[in-house]
Structures are given as structure tokens and as C-alpha cells.
């Protein structure tokens, strides 16, 4: 059987159960977890983050663009020279010689303007993770203290496939989810019903 976080939470769960059966009673509690994120404060300031710093990243790769462009209308330029039927054979070899070096710089710009947009999203990204782990550290915080002090052995994510954790309840009671409360200490505020759904953090160059 492949073994996956799932499979390793229900171990705990199962471990914990174990654990405490035989002492003092064993209380469960679930979190929507994706949807307290989604709607801490944090989470809008960080996109408007993300959107300045896309909008930087853009005005580098718009001048690579540049770059690119103006080496291909060089190369372009040098190739049709060399076909000059007015040239002679040795101004003739001189302008090939040229118009070869001129498609390697158009060749050479073209890379470079594809690692960077690389590197670009690849920093993106990152400081796109970065900000999640911090609103994901708080939210877990406050789960903690919140579960210990009302008895809670363990709380279960029902949701958090977005944020790199894996949901580890199929199905659960209502009754056993402590998102509202956990949202109430926080000071986190559910949106009108008629709310547009949270646009996407996700950014691209």
C-alpha cells in the first residue's frame, strides 16, 4: 500500500485514539483550513504583494523582449545582406561570416530571455510560498492554543490541498468543526453571501 500523508495522519489519529482511550475522553475537531486563509487579511495584502512584484518582473522581461527583438531584426538584416548579388566573393564571405554571428546573438538573447523568465517565476513562486507558510503558521497557532485549551486531542484538516496539506478526513459531523470559532478568535469575518469568490493568488509572467 502506497504510504502517503493521509495514510500518516490516520495512523496518528489512530495512535492518539490508543493513547488516550484508556486515561481521559478522546475529543476530534475539524478545520477548514483553505477557507480561514482565503479570507485572513493577510492573504489580500499579500497578493497586492505578489501583483507589484509581477509588475516589476514584467518590466524586466518587456526590455529582454526588446533585446530579442532588436537581435532578430539584426540578424535578419545581416542574412539579407549576405545574399547580395552585387557582392563580391570575398565581401561575400565576409558578410556570411557576419550574418552567422549576428543569428548566434539573436540565438544567445533568445536564451537568456527564456532562463530568465524562468528564474522570474521561479522567485515568484517562492515568495508566493513564503507569504502562505507565514498566514498557514498564524492560522495553526491559534488552532493549538484554541485545542488545548478545550480539551481537543486532535483537529483534522478537511480541506488544504492548495496549501500543500492533505486533507485527512473523507467525511465528518458538523458538529465537529471548529473553523468558526478559530475564524471569531482571529477576527476574521465571513464575506456576504453575495461576495464574488476570492481571486486566484496564483501569478504568472
Given at each position: 500500500?502506497?504510504?502517503t ?5 490516520a495512523a496518528a ?7 488516550t ?5 478522546f ?13 485572513h ?10 501583483k507589484?512584484?509581477l ?5 524586466e ?15 535578419s ?5 549576405s ?11 565576409r558578410?556570411e561570416e ?9 540565438r544567445?538573447?533568445?536564451r537568456?530571455?527564456l532562463e530568465?523568465r524562468q528564474?522570474?517565476q521561479?522567485?515568484l513562486n517562492?515568495q508566493e510560498l513564503?507569504?502562505?507558510r507565514?498566514?498557514?503558521r ?9 485545542a488545548?485549551?478545550?480539551?481537543i486531542?486532535?483537529v483534522?484538516?478537511i ?8 486533507p ?11 473553523t468558526?470559532?478559530i475564524?471569531?478568535?482571529?477576527g476574521i469575518e ?16
Amino acid at each position: 500500500m502506497k504510504f502517503t500523508k493521509t495514510t500518516a495522519m490516520a495512523a496518528a489519529v489512530a495512535a492518539a485514539m490508543l493513547a488516550t482511550s484508556a486515561s481521559a475522553e478522546f475529543k476530534m475537531a475539524t478545520l477548514d483550513i483553505e477557507k480561514i486563509v482565503d479570507l485572513h487579511p493577510d492573504t489580500a495584502h499579500n497578493r497586492e504583494i505578489l501583483k507589484d512584484t509581477l509588475k516589476d518582473y514584467q518590466g524586466e522581461m518587456s526590455k529582454l523582449e526588446d533585446s530579442v527583438a532588436a537581435a532578430r531584426k539584426a540578424a535578419s538584416a545581416a542574412i539579407e545582406e549576405s545574399r547580395n548579388p552585387a557582392l563580391g566573393e570575398k565581401a561575400r564571405k565576409r558578410a556570411e561570416e557576419e550574418a552567422a554571428k549576428s543569428v548566434e546573438i539573436a540565438r544567445s538573447a533568445e536564451r537568456d530571455f527564456l532562463e530568465k523568465r524562468q528564474d522570474l517565476q521561479r522567485s515568484l513562486n517562492e515568495q508566493e510560498l513564503r507569504l502562505l507558510r507565514i498566514t498557514v503558521r498564524q492560522v495553526e497557532t491559534e488552532v493549538a492554543k484554541y485545542a488545548k485549551a478545550n480539551g481537543i486531542s486532535i483537529v483534522l484538516p478537511i480541506t488544504g490541498s492548495r496549501l500543500g496539506i492533505a486533507p485527512a478526513a473523507v467525511w465528518a459531523d458538523d458538529a465537529l468543526d471548529i473553523t468558526a470559532a478559530i475564524m471569531s478568535i482571529m477576527g476574521i469575518e465571513e464575506p456576504p453571501a453575495s461576495s464574488e469568490q476570492a481571486e486566484d493568488a496564483n501569478v504568472k509572467l
